[in-house]
């Protein structure tokens, strides 16, 4: 996944937190540099929502002859994203994590779900989904498409 | 035509034996039913949850949501997927009471997917269908 192309799903659930989110804004993490991973760029969600994202794009990986923490920078065919959404419930957090990568204008995304209560973190499924990059009224056809697929899963 | 009624009587009598085998398991099955008021308790909601994806109930993200939201208005759901989970154990140990344990999965298998739409389905009432229909080819 290239920058241009997460920068468009980046806009995608930018347009989406208008529609459906009260106040919510995407924002870029304010202190990348002292980020675990200063080199991958994330954005978080200003405010408290029913939708709380936190998104990398993953511009690097583990070094395969792994010396401690080296990383080595991906090519951006490899790159790939993660939309983490969090909801706060009364029995702990959900929180449903996609990875997300495109190949070929198709967008192919895998949630899992876990929950976590503060004593354990449990799975409770994985989902697929595919969403064509393609327009068909307007450009922004896909963006409602994706945005529904990491968000409601549907 | 002979053929076909000898092959529907067959899956009828295993029918019986897969839904009597079940009936019998249910009758003694000594696992707390869940209610509303259990599925208010943040560990049963949590196992709750854990045997419906294990059943394999929830379709989407949406739905796990939606079940943390409202836990306790699926007691039937998890009651069921509960003894499905317990009855697929007794299958894996061969604890089958002389059921064919191929012919209970298989049914059980059907009940997993009706379950997520008819969580009242009454055994002794799918039991006395399944006699009455095989009364029909004796």
């Known amino acids: 996944m290239n920058k241009t192309q997460m920068n468009k799903l980046i806009e995608a659930v930018k347009e989406g937190l208008s529609d459906f989110a009260d106040g919510q804004e995407l924002v870029p993490a304010p202190n990348q ?7 991958c760029p994330t954005w978080n ?23 401690g923490s080296d990383r080595v920078s991906m090519p951006s065919k490899d790159r790939w994203a993660t939309f983490q959404v969090t909801h706060e419930m009364g029995v702990g957090e959900v929180t ?13 995304i ?45 | 035509m002979e053929n076909k009624d000898n092959e529907t009587k067959l899956r009828l009598e295993e029918d019986i034996q897969a839904v009597s085998f079940l009936k019998n398991q249910l009758g003694g099955y000594s696992y707390v039913r869940y209610s509303r008021t259990d599925l208010l308790n ?10 419906l994806n294990d059943a394999n109930y929830f379709n989407n993200p949406d739905e796990v949501i939606r079940y943390f939201e409202k836990a306790r208005h699926y007691s039937d759901e998890v009651t069921i997927a509960s003894f499905i989970d317990y009855v697929k154990d007794l299958l894996e140990n061969g604890d089958t009471d002389g059921a064919n344990p191929k012919v209970v999965d298989s049914w059980l298998t ?29």
């Open chain 1, 33 to 39: 540099d002292e980020l675990r991973f200063p080199e």
């Open chain 1, 45 to 67: 969600t200003k405010g408290k929502g029913y939708y709380n994202f936190h998104i990398v794009y993953w511009t690097s990986r583990d070094s395969y002859a792994n010396h």
């Open chain 1, 96 to 108: 449903k994590t996609s990875t997300v990568t495109i190949k070929d204008k198709v967008i192919n």
């Open chain 1, 110 to 154: 895998t949630t899992t779900v876990t929950v976590d209560n503060g004593t354990y973190s449990n799975s409770v499924g994985m989902y697929m989904h595919q969403v064509e990059m393609t327009e068909i009224w307007s450009k922004t056809d896909w963006y409602t498409l994706f945005v529904n697929a990491i968000t409601r899963g549907v």
């Open chain 2, 42 to 51: 943040d560990d049963s909601i949590l196992t709750g949850a854990s045997v």
């Open chain 2, 110 to 138: 059907d009940y997993e997917i009706r379950f997520a739409t008819d969580t009242t389905m009454d055994l002794d009432d799918v039991l006395e269908g399944l006699k009455s229909d095989l009364t029909l080819y004796e």
